[in-house]
């Protein structure tokens, strides 16, 4: 079965640049990790393939070798770099299936490779290859979100979390065979070579089920040939004061495992903040309003303010107008950058007025008025 385009899996078009490519990898990657959907097999076959096209379409020299042959191999990739510099008359017919499927002609149906390998042997010949082994590849990332509350983000906190991870496969130690004898492809029936159409001719190409060779070594049975298997496993995480939405905290070691050796990924948490009742936050610095009675901004007071680590006195001199800010120093949250510092606490008052007035109090406050004829709005003009 032909394998889908890359750029159709990725959904770009063939001159996508890079920071398309990723960001249209990140945004599937996301719909189809199987930490999202757990147990969804289609899910997980969806999100190897796009890590497949993204792997191949992000690297430069993979991708040239794709644009050219429709499909990648570091066979392909050998191959691509020993034409260069070849005269026309050097070139490898061996790419073009010369088949009766092809031409027409009425002959037995040997390919034209076949032909010059019985006759010349060399580059065309067919050779008993033995089926490759995977090479190590470290573990892939693990990306998984959590969400805290205001609190939790500035003091910090210790949660214990269940990762759907992979762990390499303890039947085959992650090579994801038998190690028994090869056995024929089934995919290109034993010949190394798939057939792929490209307008009015057909092209042989290299079989990436079995790197060319014609033969497979049968899968393991526990992994079914991928090498690792899938584990739930409860992995403690301390987040550090100061986090925000979008940080991400990293845990070494703990993404899916890596093959024949190689270093597992890593864990990468995500952080989401609620909201609080009252306490705003604009990077390391804390706002909170509080209320004023008039005597309180007028004569001067002292009150408690919250911040979040308690309760704290604050001085409000006389004559304080309502939007007035005031500043607790180190008050704040802690900078994830900077251990030792941290922001301050930015308190602004508002003065209220009381909803109900005795006629002793409307007296005081005409006797006031009388007293104080000032007019604020003098500085604007206004009578």
């Not at 290859?129 to 609190?151: C, H, K, V, Y």
């Not at 034993?190 to 042989?204: I, K, L, N, P």
């Not at 941290?342 to 007035?357: H, N, S, W």
Request: hydrophobic content about 30%.
């Amino acid at each position: 079965m032909a394998k889908e385009d890359y750029y159709q899996v990725l959904g770009v078009k063939r001159d996508a640049k890079p920071e398309e490519l990723k960001k249209a990898y990140r945004r599937l990657a996301r719909k189809y990790h199987p930490d999202v959907n757990p147990g969804d097999k289609a899910a997980e076959e969806r999100f190897k393939l796009i890590t497949e096209a993204h792997d191949v379409l992000s690297d430069p020299k993979k991708r040239g070798v794709y644009d050219r042959f429709g499909q990648y191999s570091d066979n392909l990739a050998e191959s691509a770099t020993s034409t260069k510099g070849r005269r026309p008359s050097d070139f490898d017919f061996a790419g073009f299936d010369w088949s009766t499927s092809a031409s027409g002609s009425s002959n037995s149906g040997a390919s034209f490779r076949d032909i010059f390998a019985d006759l010349f042997g060399g580059a065309g010949a067919k050779a008993e290859r033995e089926p490759p082994r995977p090479n190590p590849t470290r573990g892939a990332d693990i990306e998984m979100p959590l969400t805290l509350s205001f609190e939790e983000a500035v003091t910090g906190m210790t949660s214990n979390i269940t990762v759907n991870r992979s762990e390499q496969c303890p039947r085959c130690n992650g090579a994801g065979d038998t190690g028994g004898a090869p056995v024929t492809c089934a995919t290109c029936k034993g010949t190394g070579q798939v057939s792929r159409a490209g307008g009015r001719m057909r092209f042989a190409q290299e079989c990436q089920e079995c790197s060319g060779t014609g033969k497979r070594r049968p899968p393991c049975p526990v992994c079914t040939g991928l090498g690792v298997v899938a584990k739930m496993e409860n992995v403690k995480v301390r987040i550090p004061a100061g986090v925000d939405t979008g940080s991400r905290v990293r845990i070494l070691g703990k993404g899916h495992s890596g093959r024949l050796g190689a270093p597992p990924g890593d864990l990468f948490i995500i952080t989401n903040v609620g909201r609080h009742s009252y306490f705003t936050r604009k990077g390391d610095n804390i706002y909170v309003t509080i209320p004023l009675t008039v005597p309180e901004a007028a004569l001067g007071a002292k009150i408690e303010v919250p911040t979040v680590n308690g309760k704290a006195q604050l001085r409000i001199p006389p004559g304080t107008q309502s939007g007035q800010k005031f500043r607790l120093r180190e008050r704040g949250v802690p900078s994830l950058r900077n251990a030792q510092a941290r922001g301050d606490q930015f308190v602004e008052v508002q003065v209220t007025l009381p909803k109900v007035i005795s006629e002793e109090t409307k007296d005081l406050l005409r006797r006031y008025a009388q007293m104080n004829p000032e007019n604020p709005r003098v500085a604007m003009g206004l009578e």
